[in-house]
C-alpha cells in the first residue's frame, strides 16, 4: 500500500502554508538549503535529528513524522450492515484519483468521477444496480470530469459545492453533508453509515494542498472530520484510513 504523500510532500506542504522559504527553513533549523529540497523532491533521506528540528519549525508532530516512513493504515472493511463501498482507481494523466460506488440494495450512489465515467459506468452495469445521484467532494476536474455524462446516461442528479452542513436524502440513503473548506473554498465531505468521504480535504497521513489559509484548513480538519466516531474515511487519492489511524499517526495533527 503506498500512501498518497511521501515524507517530502509534508515538510513541503506545511512549509508553503506557513509561507516559510527554504532559505529561512535552512537558517532555522540549521539543515542546508539544498539537503531540504532534496528531501522535498524524495532524493535525499533525513537522520532523525533533521526530522525533529524540521518538525519543530514546520509545527508538525516529530513522533508521527519519523514513523511515516514505516507506516500505513490498517485495511478497513468496506461494508457495513446496509451499505457496501466499492473503490475505484482511476488513471488521469499517470497518477490515481479514487472514486467510490456507495451500494444499498439494488441502488447507489457515485462520490466523484475519478474523471474516467468510462469507468465507472462500466462498473454501474456489471453490478446491475440504479445509479440515484453522483455527489462531487470539489470542482477539481479530476474528480468531476465526466460527471454530466454519467449524470445522462444514468438519469440522476449530480450534487457539489455545499458551503454548509445539510443533511440529504436521496433514496434509501441518508448523507450527511460536511463543508469542509481546505482544500478548497466549497470542499465538502459526505457521511453516509460509518463511511466519510472527504476528497483531498485530508490523505493518509497527510492532508491535500489549502485553498483557504493554511491554519484554518488544520482547525477544520480537528473540528469537523477528526472530532467524529472512528468512522472510514475514503480520500480522493490514496489508501483507505479511519479517524482513529489520522489522530495516532498523521504528522500534521
Not at 508521527?64 to 514505516?70: D, E, Q, S, T, V
Not at 449530480?158 to 453533508?177: Q, S, T
Amino acid at each position: 500500500m503506498i500512501l498518497e504523500d511521501e515524507f517530502g510532500d509534508i515538510i513541503k506542504k506545511a512549509r508553503n502554508g506557513l509561507k516559510i522559504s527554504l532559505n529561512d527553513l535552512a537558517l532555522k533549523t540549521g539543515i542546508n538549503e539544498k539537503d531540504i529540497s532534496l528531501m522535498e523532491s524524495y532524493k535525499l533521506r533525513p537522520t532523525k535529528e533533521q526530522i525533529t528540528k524540521l518538525s519543530k519549525f514546520l509545527g508538525l508532530n516529530g513522533k508521527k513524522l519519523i514513523n511515516i516512513f514505516n507506516w500505513e493504515p490498517k485495511k478497513s472493511k468496506l461494508e457495513s450492515n446496509s451499505i457496501k463501498v466499492i473503490k475505484m482507481e482511476n488513471d488521469y494523466h499517470g497518477y490515481l484519483v479514487n472514486s467510490y460506488i456507495v451500494i444499498k440494495g439494488i441502488n447507489a450512489l457515485l462520490i466523484d468521477t475519478g474523471a474516467n465515467p468510462q469507468n465507472a459506468s462500466h462498473k454501474l452495469k456489471e453490478l446491475n444496480i440504479k445509479l440515484n445521484g453522483i455527489l462531487l467532494t470539489h470542482g477539481h476536474g479530476d474528480h468531476t470530469y465526466g460527471a454530466e455524462e454519467i449524470s445522462k446516461r444514468f438519469n440522476c442528479e449530480v450534487f457539489r459545492d455545499f458551503d454548509y452542513d445539510k443533511d440529504l436524502k436521496i433514496k434509501n440513503f441518508h448523507v450527511k453533508v460536511i463543508s469542509t473548506p481546505g482544500h478548497t473554498s466549497k470542499s465538502c465531505s459526505y457521511l453516509i453509515d460509518n463511511f466519510l468521504f472527504v476528497g483531498d480535504e485530508l490523505f493518509a497521513g497527510s492532508i491535500g494542498n489549502s485553498e483557504i489559509p493554511y491554519e484554518k484548513h488544520l482547525e477544520i480538519i480537528r473540528k469537523k472530520i477528526l472530532s467524529l466516531d472512528d468512522d472510514v474515511i475514503l480520500p480522493g487519492h490514496g489508501p483507505v484510513t479511519t479517524v482513529k489511524e489520522e489522530k495516532e499517526n498523521n504528522p500534521f495533527f
